[in-house]
Nanobody, 127 residues
Framework: QVQLIESGGDSAQAGGSLRLSCTVS????????MGWFRQAPGKEREAVAV????????YPADSVKGRFTISQDSAKGTVYLQMNDLEPEDTAMYYC????????????????????WGQGTQVTVSS
């Protein structure tokens, strides 16, 4: 059974930084795609950034380009999300997700392409 455990969520001031971590464990824990998604109250869950694990290629969402960076440490089975220049609009529950492969017809940023999910870690940004 694959488990994804997130950590690093916290409160921060606008303009500040946080780093989230996601550790993947369990049988068959190596997945093709790893990503971070977020969901604010009353809103849909949206992609933040994803990484293709075999080569480390990263794909951030337009809303966070230049501010957030996804990275991985394959040896540790960990994926990170470095968040800089935080904005109040970044306040949300952040989820780590993993996929063995994105189904045809879905984009890499579509939450429906990810089978495995963590429990989430809360990020709150105040102005």
């Amino acid at each position: 059974q694959v488990q994804l455990i997130e950590s690093g969520g916290d409160s921060a001031q606008a303009g500040g930084s946080l780093r989230l971590s996601c550790t993947v464990s369990g049988e068959g824990s190596s997945k093709t795609w790893m990503g971070w998604f977020r969901q604010a109250p009353g809103k849909e869950r949206e992609a933040v950034a994803v990484v293709l694990t075999r080569n480390g290629a990263t794909y951030p969402a337009d809303s966070v380009k230049g501010r957030f960076t996804i990275s991985q440490d394959s040896a540790k089975g960990t994926v990170y999300l470095q968040m800089n220049d935080l904005e109040p609009e970044d306040t949300a529950m952040y989820y780590c997700a993993a996929s063995e492969g994105i189904p045809v017809g879905l984009t890499i940023h579509d939450k429906n392409g990810y089978k495995y999910w963590g429990q989430g870690t809360q990020v709150t940004v105040s102005s």
